[in-house]
């Protein structure tokens, strides 16, 4: 229409042509910035109501909305070129770009079409890399079902957006499975595991390629094909030496082992070997009462100790499962030095594997089923679908089984603390309120268990709203089924409150009677607390309920739990709000918001600390100014948004990822401050002085927090952005935090040391082989650094004074050069120094301090107050050390931080 009416107008005179053109172009300039804008709104309005009728076609509208931007690209560049052949040198003003608002355009509808895809696959996104994910390869096929739906419409979108949206949807798919990874969602047990997880990562990978179309097709092929980093990722799974113990999460965090799952913590567990070892002798007693032969299966064998005690209590002949090869032959080398390998035989085999009968694994089907394949969450290792293949096909009908029956317990409370690693809770800043965002507040979360060590939980940061209520139990020594259930338990609330949080653990009856049982409960369940035996591969377990809910004393709740085959989740009811005709059980929890996704239990911990958050804003409060222009360098941070409320100019910040982004975003619209920070999704290496708007940043801060942090100095990341980021600082910026210090204290610890302690015989078995191959695993260079951990979880005595051992200028760039420090610090106190805590201290000013670490002053005794919000560094001795306490023996250290690496490394001896 538009060059019609230049041809009209070019009858009359080429500068009524001029300008019918010009103006024609401006107005579509114009339009075009108003559909986008619009386009934001209808995302918006989407996010809201996404279940409303006018949205089901939302993904339609946005892909039929790029298609005719591209249409309308072709006419407008011509007229474009047109105009500037006509027009140069003549224009008044800013020539027209409809152009580049015609990409702008695309560019938001492109993003929303990612929204859209990246909210289809949410439902599914949790079950990545757990462990349904590596037994059945769920939810690998739904994803798929996801992608096919997404790509079909995709195809119908003209080129070149077509590719590209094919291209973000691999890209983003990819992220998904490294942030799967970096959660730390799947701790594999073994190499086996290991292998097997990437296996699984290659078979996916191959699913998806089938989905996705050849991207050449259009004469371009990408750079990087992002799917090729799945195998990458798989063979780097692969690559450790099969002979680690401390078996490690993914090849991400291949350097700290997750060690909740080390043997040598089962081995030192006297209360678990003792109860089973009364409940075998119980077992085998049982049927030889009834004439027959004792033939045991040993599911999930370890070092093959409960099958010596089986043979130890008289069983005629044991089979013991064991999948994991290493663990199989170290079992097989412990059954012969003790004697037993007559009468036990090793199959290293997946139980569901296993073969009965003539030239089978096992000659007949057992008698006794004797099994430890339990977590914390009682079946989340797969216990339920084990049981279920065994008693098919492996043991007899009627057998004896150990443990018997195991039951789960929970309690319904009110905590502030533990409610606030579930919400975000609002803030008061300089008297205004800041709320986070209805999305936040009104999802279920995250649908996995919250796994911790409860006994360091005071009684005293909840208060019980109702009895402990027995939810179910499961009979091992019968048929059982690993489909869905769903169980409910009655009660009158025995006080008024917030309805937040279930705390949960069970017990093991390990003989029918239940004269024999192990119990998980936390220590301040027991008369006597220091009674209690202490675990760390069994803990306690923490289930944030869908919805904070008021309960009044006096009125009737019913309590459900609801399993699958390999995790729990809780759900509350009033019998005041109960329909009779609702008979649907509570589906399972599922982030909707993606903060739950994106921020860790701790994180919003540290997010919702009123003393940590008083300290930031003190120290913002100092340093800004009206003409103050910030930059924010932290993932998924509140600190560009509180100062913003402080009343700084501008305030740019920079986030790691689209979802942090979007959390942020969501936190400024719901507060009506949408404009008052520019949220950048760039690296600090490509950050340039267009993407600041030309302004110089007079204030750079950060907290520091980092997702992909898992030792305490790895924020100093912080560091590097800071060097990035040196030519866009005014002179005399203001860095925040100015500094940073690495701390370092000698301790004694309660329990933690068990973990790396050698067991020597356990029950009267010689288990110094398994000894010798912790310490192998315990020999490579890699594993002789620090490890993180909760130190709040695992109580510890000071035995040296807490000391700054390394000191890091943030007003200065990152050297060129390694930084050194070398010391040592004197034992002042009796004890056995088990090694070394470490942790960083941020000075945000000169008088202002926030410890990731130490959180308040050592008392006399040496006991230490820790973060909840962060782990700290533990370095533990090869063998401890008796200190007495006199001053005369020494820890000498020795750090070098090299710049070029950004990791710090540590040596330490004792001297006396």
């Known amino acids: 229409m ?55 076609f939302h993904l339609h ?136 997880l990437a296996q699984q990562m290659v078979q996916d990978d191959q699913l998806f390629r089938e989905v996705f179309p050849s991207l050449d097709s259009e004469g371009s092929v990408p750079e990087v094909n992002p799917l090729a980093l799945l195998p990458i990722l798989a063979d780097f799974i692969r690559l450790k030496d099969p002979g680690m113990l401390t078996l490690e999460v993914s090849g991400l965090a291949a350097k700290y082992p997750d060690i909740r799952s080390c043997y040598a913590d089962m081995l030192h567990d006297r209360d678990r070997n003792e109860k089973y070892y009364r409940g075998i002798w119980a077992a085998v007693a049982r ?137 975000l809770q609002p803030v008061e800043i300089e008297g205004a309120r800041l709320l986070p965002p209805p999305a936040v507040g009104h999802c279920a979360g995250a649908h996995s268990v919250c796994d911790i060590q409860l006994s360091q939980v005071s009684p005293d940061s909840f208060a019980p709203l109702g009895p402990l209520c027995t939810m179910f139990s499961v009979d091992f020594s019968k048929q059982l089924s690993s489909a869905f259930q769903s169980h409910s338990s009655q009660f009158v609330a025995q006080s008024s409150g917030r309805a937040q949080v279930v705390l949960s653990w069970w017990d093991l009856d390990m003989d029918p009677s239940g004269n024999i049982v192990c119990t998980v409960a936390p220590s301040w369940t027991y008369p006597q607390p220091e009674m209690a035996p202490w675990r760390d591969h069994w803990m306690q377990s923490v289930y944030f309920l869908p919805m904070e809910s008021r309960v009044t004393a006096g009125e009737e709740l019913s309590l459900t739990v609801c399993h699958d085959d390999y995790s729990l989740w809780y759900s509350l009811q009033s019998h005041s709000q109960k329909d009779p005709q609702t008979k649907a059980p509570p589906s399972r929890p599922c982030c909707t918001c993606q903060a739950h996704l994106v921020w860790t239990r701790p994180r919003f911990g540290e997010l919702n600390d009123r003393r940590r958050t008083e300290s930031y804003v003190s120290a913002l409060r100092s340093v800004l100014r009206e003409d103050t222009v910030c930059l924010s360098v932290s993932d998924g941070s509140l600190l560009p948004v509180f100062a913003h409320m402080l009343g700084a100019k501008k305030v740019f910040s920079l986030e790691s990822s689209r979802m942090s982004k979007e959390i942020i975003e969501q936190v400024l619209e719901a507060n009506s401050m949408k404009e008052g920070v520019e949220l950048l999704e760039i690296r600090p290496d490509q950050l340039n002085s267009n993407d600041l708007g030309g302004e110089q940043i ?104 807490p000391t700054a051992v390394m000191a890091f200028d943030f007003t200065q760039c990152v050297p060129q050069h390694p930084v050194s420090s070398q010391g040592s610090l004197p034992f002042i106190r009796i004890g056995r120094c088990h090694g070394v805590a470490l942790w960083m201290e941020y000075h945000l000013t000169n008088d202002i301090t926030v410890s990731a670490g130490l959180t308040g002053p050592v008392s006399e005794q040496g006991d230490c107050e820790w973060s909840r919000h962060r782990k700290q560094g533990v370095y533990f001795f090869r063998s401890p050390w008796e200190s007495s306490g006199d001053g005369r023996a020494a820890v000498s250290y020795s750090f070098n931080f090299e710049p070029s690496l950004g990791d710090i490394k540590m040596d330490f001896s004792i001297r006396s």
């Open 2 to 56: 538009l060059e019609e009416n230049a041809r009209v107008a070019l009858m009359i005179g080429e500068s009524l042509r001029d300008q019918t053109v010009q103006m024609g172009l401006y107005e579509m300039e114009n339009l075009l910035n108003r559909f986008r804008e619009a386009l934001v709104e209808f995302g918006k309005e989407h996010r809201r109501e996404p279940s409303n009728n006018q949205n089901k």
């Open 287 to 423: 049927v030889k009462a009834r004439g027959e032969k004792v033939i045991v299966l040993d599911i999930g064998t370890g070092t093959g100790l409960l099958s010596m005690m089986a043979v130890t209590a008289g069983a005629d002949f044991c089979y013991a499962v064991e999948v994991f090869k290493p663990m199989a032959e170290a079992a097989q080398c412990i059954v012969e030095k003790n004697g037993f390998s007559d009468k036990i035989k090793i199959i290293n085999k997946h139980s569901t594997d296993v073969t009965v009968g003539p030239g089978g694994d096992m000659q007949m089907k057992a008698n006794v089923l004797i099994t430890e394949l339990f977590d914390t969450e009682l079946i989340g290792e797969g216990a339920l679908p084990s049981y279920e293949h065994a008693h098919q096909n492996l043991v007899q009908e009627g057998c004896e089984a150990v443990p018997h029956r195991a039951t789960v317990y929970a309690q319904l409370v009110e905590s502030e603390l533990l409610w606030s690693w579930a919400q």
């Open 698 to 801: 007079s204030v750079l801060m950060g907290e520091p927090y980092f997702s992909t942090s898992l030792l305490p100095w790895h924020s100093l990341f912080f560091w590097y952005c800071r060097t990035a980021v040196a030519g866009l600082l005014r002179p005399g910026t203001t860095i925040l935090p100015c500094s940073a210090t690495l701390h370092m204290m000698a301790v004694e610890f309660q329990d933690l040391w068990r973990i790396r302690a050698p067991c020597g015989t356990c029950e009267g078995f010689d288990v110094a082989l398994m000894d010798e191959m912790v310490q192998r695993s315990l020999d490579f260079r890699e594993c002789r650094e620090a490890e993180p951990h909760p130190l709040w979880e695992y109580p510890c005595r000071a035995l040296t004074q």
């Open 61 to 196: 509208y946005l892909l039929a909305s790029i298609s005719n931007c591209i249409i309308l690209k072709k006419s407008t560049e011509n007229l474009q070129q047109q105009q500037s052949c006509w027009s140069a040198g003549q224009l008044s003003r800013t020539p027209p770009n409809p152009l580049a608002a015609l990409d702008r355009a695309v560019r938001r509808a492109c993003h929303l079409v990612m929204d859209q895809f990246l909210l289809d696959l949410q439902p599914f996104l949790p079950g990545l890399l757990t462990r349904p994910w590596l037994v059945q390869g769920h939810p690998t096929p739904k994803l798929c079902n996801v992608l096919e739906h997404h790509l079909e419409l995709y195809g119908r979108v003209r080129p070149p957006c077509r590719q590209r949206l094919q291209e973000e949807a691999q890209w983003l798919l990819v992220v998904e499975y490294v942030r799967a990874l970096m959660q730390k969602r799947l701790v594999c047990r073994s190499t086996e595991e290991r292998r097997q």
